[in-house]
C-alpha cells in the first residue's frame, strides 16, 4: 500500500480477459484508490471486538479462563498487537543485521 | 476379508513401480487412481477396524531372524496419520498431474507409501527403513526441480539425514539390544539407546540447530514435490515421538524455542516458500509442545493439528506452486499484484492463509486444543509462547504471504490463472479446510465432530472449540495482529522485503564443508608437494640415477685400468669411457665389459 498502488485508479490491461478476472482487478482497484479503508475498517472492527469483552463483566459469561489475566478487557487483543509488534521490531532490528548477506553468498 | 485391506504403504510403493512403464494420458490416470485406491483401502481399514471395537489391531506381521515385523499396527492414532496422508496423496498427485515427470511422480507414490509405513509400523526395524525410505523419497522430490542449487539441496538433505539416520539407527540397535523388544512404544529414558533416537526423530521433527535443512530443501524443491516434503516428514516425526517420548517435559521446551524462533526469519525472508517452510517449523513446534505436555486433550490437539496443518499447509504451498508455475518466480521482491490475473489462485491462497487461524476453518478447532492443555496443565509459560507464536504465524501466514504474492504493489507480471488440475487440488483442500472445521454438522469431512471423533482419545469432558469467550478471545488476537501489520506497513516501519540470503544454522555445515575442503586443499596439498620435491622427486630420484650409474662407473674404473695397461693415450681413453657411458645408457654394452662387471661383483661378493 505504497503511493504507487494508490495512484492505480483503473484496472491495467491483463493477461486474461474472462470476466471474473476484470471483476477481481477492479475491486481489487477500488481498494488502492484509498488504503485507508481497510484501516479504518480494522480498526472498527477492533473496537467492536473490545467492546464484545466487555459483556464478560456481566454476569452470565465466563471466559473459562485459567490465569486471571485473561479475564482483562481485550486482553488477547493487546497481546497479539504486542507480539507481532514485538516479531516486526526484534526481526528489523536485530536479527537483520546479523544474518543478512549477498544474495550469492553460498555460490 | 483377511486378505482385504491391504498394508496401505505397500499399494503406493509397489504400485509406483509401473509409473515408467505408462505413457500419457494412462500415467496421468494411474497416478490419481493408484492413491485413490490406497485411500479406499484405509477407508475399508478403518471401517473394519472400527466394527470390529478393539483398541488396537495387529495385522500384518512377518518373523525376520528373532523379530516379529509389524507393518500394521491400527489404533485411532495411526489410522488418523493415516487417513489424512493418504486423502493429501491423492490431491498431491491432481496438483501434479501436468508435470507427467516419472522421478516426482515416483518419489511422491514412495514418499507416501513410507510415511504410511512408518505410520502403521509396529516395530522400530520396520519403522526404521521405511524411516529411511522417506529420506530418499524427499531426495528425489527436492532433485525433481532439476537446477543446480536444487540439485545441492538434496545432497545436504540427504547427507544430513542420512546422519540422523545413523543416529537413530544406533539408538534402535543399542536400545534393542538392552531391552530385547523392539515394539515402537514408549521408550524410558533408562534405556541407553533412548537419547540416540530421541536425537534421531529430532532431525526430521526439525528441532532448533537441527532444522535448517528444512528451509533450505523447501524452498528450492519441485513445485509439486514440496507439498509432499511438507507433509510427510515432520508429521511422521511428530507421529513417532507422540508414540515413543509422549509426555516428555524435554519436548515442551524444544517446541516453545521451534514456536517462537523461526518467526524472525521468517519476518526477514524474501522467498515465499522459505518464509512458508520457516512458518511449518513454528505450526510443528505447537504439535511438539502437544506431545510434550502428554496429556489426552494435549495428544488430541497433537493428532487434529496435524491433520488440519497438513491440508492447509499444503494449500498454500500449492498456491505459491501455482504462481511461480506461472511466473518462475517466488520472491516477495519480484511478485505483488498477481490478484488482478491470478484472482482464483489468491481467493484459494486466502483461504489457505484464513485456515491457519480464523473461525470456522480447521486449524481454530485443532490448535487451540493444544493452547488449551497448556493453559490446563499450568504450564504458563508454554501458554504464553503459544500465543505469541499464534499471533506472529498469524501474520505472517495470513498476511505477509497473499500480501506480497498478490496484493501489495503491482510487479507488472501478467500471466495466465493457473491449470485447471492445480486450482482443482487446491479447490478439494479449501473446501476440506473449511467443511472439517463446521460446527453442528457431523458427516464424513463435515464438522469438526467427525474430525474429534476420529481422535485417538475419549475426553472426560468433551472439548467445545465454539464458544463465545474463546471465538471472541481469538479475534481479537488476529485482529489486533492485522492491525500492527497494517499499522506498520503504512509508518513504513515493515521490514522492507530485500534481495539477500539470510543466514541459518546451515551456515555451520555450508561454510564449514567449504572452510574443510580449503584447508585440505591448502595444508594437505601443500605436505604432498613437499614431499613430491625432497622424496619422490629429490631422493628417489637420486637414488635410482644413483644405482644406474654406479655399475657403469665400477665397469669404468675396471675397463681404465686395462686401456691404461693396453698404453692407450689419455685422449683415447677419454673416447673410450665416453663410448662406454652412452652404451651403458642405450642398454648396448659390449660382451666383455659385461662378464667384466659380473666377474667384479662376484669378487666383491666373494669378499663379502
Given at each position: 500500500m505504497t503511493d504507487e498502488d494508490s495512484k492505480q485508479t483503473e484496472a491495467p490491461a491483463l493477461g486474461d480477459e474472462r470476466p471474473y478476472v476484470r471483476a477481481a482487478a477492479r475491486m481489487w482497484s477500488r481498494v488502492c484508490v484509498d488504503p485507508m479503508r481497510v484501516v479504518r475498517g480494522l480498526i472498527y472492527a477492533c473496537a467492536f471486538l473490545v467492546a464484545l469483552d466487555?459483556?464478560?463483566?456481566?454476569?452470565?459469561?465466563?471466559?473459562?479462563?485459567?490465569?486471571?489475566?485473561?479475564?482483562?478487557?481485550g486482553f488477547y487483543g493487546v497481546y497479539g498487537f504486542v507480539s507481532c509488534s514485538l516479531v516486526f521490531f526484534m526481526a528489523k532490528r536485530f536479527v537483520r543485521p546479523a544474518v543478512k548477506r549477498d544474495e550469492d553468498y553460498y555460490e | 476379508m483377511n486378505s482385504l485391506p491391504l498394508p496401505p504403504g505397500l499399494i503406493l510403493i509397489l504400485g509406483a513401480l509401473l509409473i515408467p512403464f505408462l505413457r500419457g494420458w494412462a500415467k496421468s490416470a494411474y497416478v490419481v487412481i493408484l492413491p485413490a485406491v490406497g485411500f479406499l483401502n484405509l477407508i475399508c481399514l478403518t471401517s473394519s477396524f472400527a466394527a470390529g471395537g478393539e483398541a488396537e489391531v495387529v495385522r500384518w506381521t512377518f518373523q525376520f531372524m528373532d523379530f516379529e515385523l509389524v507393518f500394521g499396527r491400527l489404533d485411532k492414532f495411526s489410522l488418523l496419520f493415516g487417513h489424512i496422508f493418504s486423502l493429501l496423496a491423492v490431491v498431491a498427485f491432481i496438483f501434479i498431474l501436468h508435470t507427467r515427470d516419472d522421478l516426482e511422480y515416483i518419489s511422491g507414490m514412495v514418499y507416501a507409501g513410507s510415511a504410511l509405513g512408518v505410520v502403521f509400523a509396529g516395530d522400530l526395524i520396520t519403522l526404521f527403513v521405511f524411516w529411511e525410505m522417506l529420506t530418499l523419497c524427499a531426495v528425489g522430490c527436492a532433485l525433481a526441480r532439476r537446477t543446480a542449487e536444487a540439485r545441492g539441496a538434496a545432497f545436504r538433505y540427504l547427507v544430513f539425514h542420512v546422519a540422523g539416520g545413523v543416529i537413530l539407527m544406533a539408538g534402535i540397535i543399542v536400545h534393542v539390544v538392552q531391552t530385547g523388544s523392539a515394539e515402537v512404544a514408549e521408550i524410558s529414558w533408562e534405556s541407553p539407546g533412548a537419547w540416540l533416537i530421541f536425537l534421531g526423530f529430532g532431525v526430521n521433527c526439525a528441532w532448533p540447530l537441527l532444522h535448517a535443512w528444512l528451509p533450505d530443501a523447501y524452498s528450492k524443491a519441485g513445485i509439486g514435490g514440496v507439498v509432499f516434503m511438507a507433509t510427510f516428514t515432520t508429521k511422521t516425526a511428530v507421529y513417532t515421538l507422540a508414540r515413543t517420548f509422549p509426555g516428555e517435559e524435554k519436548l515442551i521446551w524444544i517446541g516453545v524455542a521451534m514456536v517462537i524462533l523461526p518467526l524472525f526469519w521468517a519476518m526477514i525472508e524474501n522467498d515465499l516458500r522459505k518464509t512458508l517452510a520457516y512458518c511449518l517449523i513454528n505450526q510443528v513446534g505447537f504439535m511438539v509442545v502437544g506431545v510434550g505436555i502428554g496429556t489426552d486433550l494435549a495428544l488430541n490437539g497433537t493428532g487434529a493439528h496435524a491433520y488440519c496443518h497438513i491440508l492447509y499447509k499444503a494449500l498454500l504451498f500449492m498456491s505459491i506452486g501455482a504462481v511461480m508455475y506461472r511466473t518462475g518466480k517466488s520472491k516477495a521482491t519480484e511478485l505483488g499484484g498477481l490478484c488482478r490475473s491470478m484472482p482464483l489462485t489468491c481467493l484459494l491462497c486466502c483461504i489457505g492463509a484464513a485456515a491457519s487461524s480464523f473461525p470456522f476453518f480447521g486449524s481454530f478447532v485443532a490448535k487451540s486444543m493444544i493452547v488449551s492443555a497448556a493453559a490446563e496443565s499450568h504450564h504458563t509459560i508454554a501458554w504464553l509462547a503459544l500465543l505469541f507464536g499464534a499471533a506472529g504465524v498469524f501474520h505472517l501466514v495470513g498476511l505477509k504471504i497473499p500480501y506480497f504474492a498478490f496484493f501489495s504493489r503491482d510487479s507488472g507480471i501478467r500471466v495466465k490463472e493457473a491449470p485447471t488440475n492445480m486450482l482443482v487440488a487446491m479447490g478439494i483442500i479449501a473446501v476440506l479446510c473449511f467443511t472439517i472445521a463446521l460446527p453442528v454438522v457431523n458427516l464424513p469431512w463435515m464438522g469438526y465432530r467427525y474430525l474429534y471423533g476420529m481422535l485417538p482419545f475419549e475426553l472426560e469432558h468433551a472439548y467445545e472449540p465454539y464458544t463465545f469467550a474463546h471465538i471472541n478471545a481469538q479475534m481479537l488476537l488476529l485482529a489486533f495482529a492485522a492491525l500492527a501489520f497494517v499499522l506498520t506497513l503504512l509508518a513504513g516501519r515493515y521490514p522492507a522485503e530485500a534481495r539477500a540470503e539470510n543466514l541459518d544454522f546451515d551456515v555451520l555445515y555450508r561454510r564449514a564443508g567449504l572452510a574443510t575442503l580449503r584447508f585440505l586443499d591448502r595444508r594437505l596439498n601443500a605436505i604432498n608437494a613437499t614431499v613430491k620435491r625432497w622424496v619422490v622427486d629429490g631422493a628417489v630420484a637420486k637414488l635410482s640415477r644413483q644405482c644406474a650409474a654406479g655399475p657403469v662407473w665400477l665397469v669404468a674404473q675396471a675397463m681404465k685400468s686395462v686401456w691404461e695397461a693396453q698404453r692407450l693415450d689419455a685422449e683415447t681413453v677419454a673416447l673410450k669411457e665416453a663410448d662406454l657411458y652412452r652404451r651403458a645408457k642405450e642398454g648396448a654394452v659390449p660382451i666383455g665389459a659385461s662378464a667384466l662387471l659380473a666377474a667384479a661383483l662376484m669378487a666383491v661378493l666373494l669378499a663379502l
Open positions: 466487555f459483556l464478560f463483566l456481566l454476569p452470565g459469561f465466563d471466559k473459562h479462563a485459567h490465569h486471571a489475566w485473561e479475564n482483562g478487557i | -
